[in-house]
Nanobody
């Protein structure tokens, strides 16, 4: 079973950038596809981006395409989410997740979340 810890959230102005990190422990990191999800105030949790075990394949929600980039470093057991051109609507708690199944399937393991606030 894998444990996930996110970091890198904070307060940023509209148009700014943040880089989120998620460190995994407890199992072989490269056995898991990884994803980022977010939950905005009053809304359900939503998919943001995902990356395959090797990092060769990535997927994005339409709302973040061209602005966010997901990547991973299997030597450091870490997945990243580079967020550029941030908008007010990107304000949310961001969660890292892992799955031993398909990259676009259901995610089994979740971190505690890191909060991102974008001020207008």
């Amino acid at each position: 079973q894998v444990q996930l810890v996110e970091s890198g959230g904070g307060l940023v102005q509209t148009g700014g950038s943040l880089r989120l990190s998620c460190v995994a422990s407890g199992d072989t990191f490269s056995n898991y596809a990884m994803g980022w999800f977010r939950q905005a105030p009053g809304k359900e949790r939503a998919f943001v981006a995902s990356i395959s075990r090797s990092g060769e394949s990535t997927y994005y929600a339409d709302s973040v395409k061209g602005r966010f980039t997901i990547s991973r470093d299997n030597t450091k057991n870490t997945v990243f989410l580079q967020m550029n051109s941030l908008k007010f609507d990107d304000t949310a708690i961001y969660y890292c997740a892992a799955t031993p199944g398909p990259t676009q399937g259901l995610y089994d393991y979740w971190g505690q979340g890191t909060e991102v606030t974008v001020s207008s």
